[in-house]
T-cell receptor, first 114, second 113 residues
């Protein structure tokens, strides 16, 4: 079966702009989590969605938001981009919500803010 | 702050040798997971070990968990060049009505042919 699909793979944006990243989970998986990976901070949790509801949220400013659709596809949005938002954004899906099961990650979207 | 801390930060070995990576964490856990990441790509789930388990095997992988020492180790036996990647441990962090996986900074493993 198809894995987790993230689009686009690469993105270059200018400071102040906004960006939307997309994630399609594995078919049948209803839980989607988002992580930001940077060389300095490592992997940091952004948020988790299950059945179109945000279950958990990490410690990120309100410029970072997300949503999940009825088909479990998820999008995350970052508004008013800053240079520090440059990172690899990873989406992970799992059959059930929470942290008691392994996640399947997508290949990520590499965002560069200039 | 990071919950898990891997050690060493980098490891270079020859093909055929065993590789051992360690992970220490700070608070009590229900489970600990190990992931592999090839350069700039997504993470691949390797193994999950629950707090009531002490050891788990999957192919050439062996994971141990010592909850009294708050530590785990990942052993890759008979390593191959294809095992070259970064390896991360992740622990479940729960509190304040929230739960998430908290990753360490990872161990970068290089297996030389």
């Amino acid at each position: 079966k198809a894995g987790v699909t993230q689009t686009p793979r690469y993105l270059i944006k200018t400071r102040g702009q906004q960006v939307t990243l997309s994630c399609s989970p594995i078919s049948g998986h209803r839980s989607v989590s988002w992580y930001q990976q940077t060389p300095g901070q490592g992997l940091q949790f952004l948020f988790e969605y299950f059945s179109e509801t945000q279950r958990n949220k990490g410690n990120f400013p309100g410029r970072f938001s997300g949503r999940q659709f009825s088909n479990s596809r998820s999008e995350m949005n970052v508004s008013t981009l800053e240079l520090g938002d440059s990172a690899l954004y990873l989406c992970a899906s799992s059959l059930r919500p929470g942290v008691d099961y392994g996640y399947t990650f997508g290949s990520g979207t590499r965002l560069t803010v200039v | 702050s990071q919950q898990g801390e891997e050690d060493p930060q980098a490891l270079s070995i020859q093909e055929g040798e065993n590789a051992t990576m360690n992970c220490s964490y700070k608070t009590s856990i229900n489970n600990l997971q190990w992931y592999r990441q090839n350069s700039g790509r997504g993470l691949v789930h390797l193994i999950l070990i629950r707090s009531n388990e002490r050891e788990k095997h999957s192919g050439r992988l062996r994971v141990t968990l010592d909850t009294s020492k708050k530590s785990s180790s990942l052993l890759i036996t008979a390593s191959r060049a294809a095992d070259t990647a970064s390896y991360f441990c992740a622990t479940d962090a729960r509190g304040g009505g929230s739960e998430k996986l908290v990753f360490g900074k990872g161990t970068k493993l290089t297996v030389n042919p």
